[in-house]
């Protein structure tokens, strides 16, 4: 059955192997793409990325008509400039709820999860990156005796 060790140097024959991290594999569909799910806020983004030309399609328009704020287009783009990929992914994305900064935000994390999924080498330069975190910072309920979550009502003595 168990031995019993009777000194600290018998305990160090004991030690177990150290354990490796978990292996990622590369996930794809039939059509060699990569799909991966991104949240924002209340914004949901379905991101599908193959390798290509580096066109960038939000709900079937251009990604220049779908953001038009420069910031927001450079929000997306960053999983691929961290990555040294810029220009070599075809990124087919929809998304719906929230506003459009959340929904940028939304491609983002969807964009990174995706690459993960297409190439996992890639995992720890966009981690590193804070990419593939969700942020988890929504807006905060209503409260009842308030005119909104935290204000309360205008006072008046009189």
Not at 20 to 34: F, H, I, N, S, T
Not at 48 to 59: L, R
Not at 103 to 129: I, M, W
Request: hydrophobic share 35%.
């Amino acid at each position: 059955m168990a031995e019993t060790v009777s000194s600290m140097e018998g305990l160090a024959a004991f030690k177990p192997a150290a354990a490796e991290g978990p292996k990622y594999v590369q996930k794809l569909d039939k059509q060699g793409r990569a799909y991966a799910t991104g949240k924002r806020k209340n914004a949901v983004a379905r991101v599908w990325i193959k390798p290509g030309s580096g066109k960038i399609v939000v709900n079937t328009k251009p990604v220049e008509q779908f953001f038009a704020r420069p910031v927001l287009r450079m929000m997306i783009q960053q999983p691929l400039v961290a990555t040294n990929r810029n220009g070599q992914y075809d990124v087919v994305c929809t998304v719906s709820g929230g506003g459009l900064s959340g929904q940028a935000g939304a491609v983002r994390h969807g964009l990174s999860k995706a690459l993960t999924n297409f190439e996992p080498d890639l995992r720890s330069p966009l981690k590193k990156g804070g990419f593939l975190t969700r942020d988890s910072r929504v807006v905060e309920r209503k409260k009842y005796g308030r005119a909104k979550a935290r204000r309360s009502f205008q006072f008046s003595k009189r």
